[in-house]
């Protein structure tokens, strides 16, 4: 009899499971032996953070910090925001008229055309719905 036991999922690194007190205490001893040349993308990256979380935690730990790139790192993610967004708004409409169907004053829904050109699909009649009026 084979003995079949489920197997632990293995857990992401410590300082990526972090809360932030538990990061900010680390972080100072993390701190004094960094020797990358951007602590904000270092930080980010080491606990599983995103750029604002990082920037605002190292403010927090009173690291010297470039202002001009930190507002360039703030308009950045504010853009990135915005574009996701207006991607996510896109895909939605494309959906949308993917959707659509086309209908006329015979078919409430066609389904295709015929090689010859002529439109098949449900009629209003079977749907059991009065002819709208296509008139506007």
């Not at 790139?69 to 494309?94: D, T």
């Amino acid at each position: 009899m084979e003995n079949k036991r489920k197997r632990k999922k293995t857990l992401a690194p410590r300082h990526k499971r972090m809360d932030r007190k538990g990061r900010l205490d680390s972080a100072k001893h993390w701190i004094a032996q960094y020797k990358g040349k951007n602590i904000i993308k270092g930080y980010k990256n080491h606990y599983g953070v995103d750029w604002l979380c990082a920037i605002k935690e190292l403010k927090m730990l009173c690291v010297g910090l470039d202002p001009g790139y930190v507002e360039n790192l703030k308009l950045s993610v504010k853009n990135r925001i915005i574009e996701k967004q207006r991607l996510k708004n896109g895909k939605k409409q494309e959906l949308e008229n993917e959707n659509s169907w086309d209908s006329d004053e015979t078919f409430a829904y066609i389904a295709g055309y015929t090689s010859a050109g002529f439109p098949y699909g449900v009629t209003w009649e079977e749907l059991g719905e009065e002819t709208p009026n296509f008139e506007d």
